[in-house]
T-cell receptor, first 116, second 113 residues
């Protein structure tokens, strides 16, 4: 059982380049999330989705875009990368239709991104 | 003021010690409280989940919630080197759309032989 899979694991971008961070889950979870984790700052929510075709902004959405065309996939797009986007990015999912289970988020292993 | 405060550590203890990890929060609307464990270069994984004030025990781990003081704790008994990780508290309220967790910054724990 793969759970939440993120690719790539590492990436170095030049300022102004674009890239897509991939996230896929095989647990049939309807809720999916993107976080960034910076040293000493905890996890900050970038975007989330409650189902295919539905996305919404989190705490720090500027500079990012998402789409959710299927239940399984939730890619995160960085346009015009900036040094401030150097971070570790985590994708997570949860089963949103159960009152308790929706609070239990399962995380991928993360993507380490450096923008130079 | 941050909604959730957590001492970043690092906290270093000898093997077998009792460890106490804590978070305070300011939003009285938070109802569900979680502890995630994150090993180096890995994603967080859920360790404990509690709702309402009181204690919940799972093996060597005990989660404690005091809503009146807006204070939650995680106790680890008989700590092991394999417990060395960063521990993140997280909490949420019941909301209509999308379940958003608010995380603490994490406490780095090292259990030494």
């Amino acid at each position: 059982n793969a759970g939440v899979t993120q690719t790539p694991k590492f990436r170095i971008l030049k300022i102004g380049q674009s890239m897509t961070l991939q996230c896929t889950q095989d647990m049939n979870h309807n809720y999916m999330y993107w976080y960034r984790q910076d040293p000493g700052m905890g996890l900050k929510l970038i975007y989330y989705s409650v189902g295919a075709g539905i996305t919404d902004k989190g705490e720090v959405p500027n500079g990012y875009n998402v789409s959710r065309s299927t239940t399984e996939d939730f890619p995160l797009r960085l346009e015009l990368a900036a040094p401030s986007q150097t971070s570790v990015y985590f994708c997570a999912s949860s089963y949103g239709r159960d009152l308790i289970a929706k609070n239990i988020q399962y995380f991928g292993a993360g993507t380490r991104l450096s923008v130079l | 003021q941050k909604e959730v405060e957590q001492d970043p550590g690092p906290l270093s203890v000898p093997e077998g010690a009792i460890v106490s990890l804590n978070c305070t929060y300011s939003n009285s609307a938070f109802q569900y409280f979680m502890w995630y464990r994150q090993y180096s270069r890995k994603g967080p994984e859920l360790l404990m989940y509690t709702y309402s004030s009181g204690n919940k025990e799972d093996g060597r781990f005990t989660a404690q919630v005091d809503k009146s003081s807006k204070y939650i704790s995680l106790f680890i008994r008989d700590s092991q080197p394999s417990d060395s990780a960063t521990y993140l508290c997280a909490m949420t309220r019941l909301t209509g759309g999308g379940n958003k967790l608010t995380f603490g910054t994490g406490t780095q724990l090292k259990v030494e032989l």
